[in-house]
């Protein structure tokens, strides 16, 4: 339960008031990179960083394009499939289960090889093409009965603010439809279910994420003597997602909180991004049977745009009103700049002359040093209290972390099989443990072309708190995952 705790606590942290989603749990979600690679790729546990060639392998080490002795047109098709159950923690007996699915191009391109002859400098290679780097698809769907109430944080954020100072995408429209109140002028808020804060209020949710990020890329590498390859690649990645969120409490039939009937919150927005990156890798070949690897991720800059708008129906009774006040934000727009991380990565391995291969590598990266710059689009340093606090969350939150990618490929004359293992360390500070992930898969290969299909399942365990309060209960919703992914490439040579 400690890790659980943990990892949820970060999951709604310092929402910014001129922005929408710039949270530590936002930064931390555009720089992670979780790529489906192509099916041998993926059915060899991302386990190909030192084998090269293989074009998404080469999304992370770049000196794998000089590997390829012919030239090359690679597509992948992929998808995931997940089965979920979620519950509060507070109230178990009320467990949703359902599943959602998700079709996507995990790459597609080209490697053009060119052969030197009378030279040392064997190769010398390019390649263009498409990597999808993260699939953010999740559904988020729950109910039971807690204690709390999310007007509990709209009066907390609330707090020593006029009714003219309130945020016009919650608190203000608390005010508006009477779900905070302030009787006293005080400016100390109140709710309904202040009436009676030890009534479990039956809450439910059912939201929607949808897009990823993607990554267009062109590289160059050159081959040694068939010694030393060293390659580079220039990056531009895409972000855009777009999130639904449909949240519900009410009173039910008991008349728990005196007035309160029910309340609706409802929340859209529309991130899109782009920027720029490096990546330089190495691999030297001591034999023709070892490759050791080495490769360097540049920090990207992406230039981002929130697109949001709210809208929340509260519907209470007394003396004065008798259904529901409807109040609906306008709709914003923000522009900001995320940095993401360095990150590091070596890798091993060992080709066992045609009959296959073993391949291990590890990545580090320093989530701690991502960091928003809230001064673009004109901003200046109007900003600069809610950039330094969201950042100061960031590097208090995360910490370093390795990702383990283990596997192998067996021949069989025309065909190949694969198995591999993936270990995901956890990036938030106060939790070290790793996350497993089993691959499996299958390919044939002929002279002019080949065709593979991998697999992938995991089983991640997931947390979402619906609103964050620091005085009153904060419900907790766990997610148990069971995942599964799959990939079909076909490549021609010529």
Known sequence: MKRIEILITLLIILLAAPAWSQTATEAYRLSVSEPLGTARNLGTGNSMFAIGPDFSAIGSNPAGIAGYWKSEFTITLGGQFN?????????????TEGNYNNFTLPNVGFVLSSQQRKSKWVTSNWAVGYN?????????????????????????????????????????LAWQSGAIYDFEEDR????????????????????TLEGGKSELFLGYAANYDNKILFGASFNIPLVNYTEFREYVETDGTENGIPFFNDLQYNS??????????????????????LNISAAAHTPTKLFMTDNYNTSLSYDFTDENNDGPIL????????????????????????????????GASIKWTDYSAMHFDYSIGGNGNYYDQEQQEVNQAIRANYSSSFDINLGGEFVIRAFRLRGGV?????????????????????????????????????????????????????PL??????????????GLKF
């Open 327 to 358: 109040a609906e934000s306008p709709y914003g727009s923000f522009r900001y700049a995320l940095v993401t991380p360095w990150s590091l990565m070596g890798g091993i391995g060992i080709i066992a002359g045609e009959q296959g291969f073993i």
């Open 422 to 474: 993936s270990l995901a360390q956890s990036s938030y500070a106060d939790d070290k443990n790793f996350d497993p992930s089993y691959h499996a898969g299958i390919g044939f290969r002929a002279d002019a072309f080949y065709i593979d299909f991998g697999y992938k399942y995991a089983t991640p365990l997931e947390g979402y708190l619906p609103y964050e309060t620091n005085t009153t209960p904060q």
């Open 132 to 172: 999808r780097m993260a699939e953010y698809r999740r559904e988020t769907n729950y109910s039971g009965s807690t204690l709390g109430s999310i007007t509990d944080s709209w009066s907390e954020n609330a707090f020593g603010l006029s009714s003219e100072e309130l945020n016009g995408f919650e608190e203000g």
């Open 268 to 289: 859209y927005i529309n991130s899109t991004g782009s920027g720029i990156n490096g990546k330089f890798g190495i691999t030297f070949k001591p034999s023709k049977n």
């Open 188 to 207: 100390v808020y109140e709710t309904d279910y202040n009436l009676n804060p030890e009534y479990k209020l039956l809450k439910l949710e059912k939201s």
């Open 477 to 490: 919703v766990q997610i148990d995952n069971n995942r599964t992914t799959i990939a079909g490439t076909i």
């Open 83 to 95: 089965h979920f159950s979620s519950s509060f923690t507070e109230d178990r007996s009320q467990a």
